[in-house]
């Protein structure tokens, strides 16, 4: 069973700077795809962005050039650089194992104007 805990998340004024960190349980994460996404009250789950087992990486277009996402396999940790944060990215944020379908428990980014 795989297991995901999520933190980093805070209260950050706009244009600052967060880094969420993903820890994962489990013996393939360095062959599993994962990702990061986000819901924000009363929206829709979305992708925000994915990284393969090779480190090939894709991003919502709302983040490019904001956001960097990149693993730790020696770790088992994923993580979400975000830069540049704005209000509209306001939401709970979810580390995703693509390959188990497992979800984290989420952590809360509030950027405030």
């Known amino acids: 069973q795989v297991q995901l805990v999520e933190s980093g998340g805070g209260l950050v004024q706009s244009g600052g700077s967060l880094r969420l960190s993903c820890a994962v349980s489990?013996?393939?994460?360095?062959?599993?795809?994962m990702g990061w996404y986000r819901q924000a009250p009363g929206k829709e789950r979305e992708s925000v962005a994915v990284?393969?087992?090779?480190?090939?990486?894709s991003y919502a277009d709302s983040v490019k050039g904001r956001f960097t996402i990149s693993r730790d396999n020696a770790k088992n940790t994923l993580y979400l650089q975000m830069n540049n944060l704005k209000p509209e990215d306001t939401a709970m944020y979810y580390c995703?194992?693509?390959?188990?379908?497992?979800w984290g428990q989420g952590t809360q980014v509030t950027v405030s104007t």
């Open positions: 995703h194992h693509l390959v188990f379908g497992s």
């Open positions: 990284i393969s087992s090779g480190g090939t990486t």
């Open positions: 489990g013996p393939i994460f360095k062959i599993s795809p």
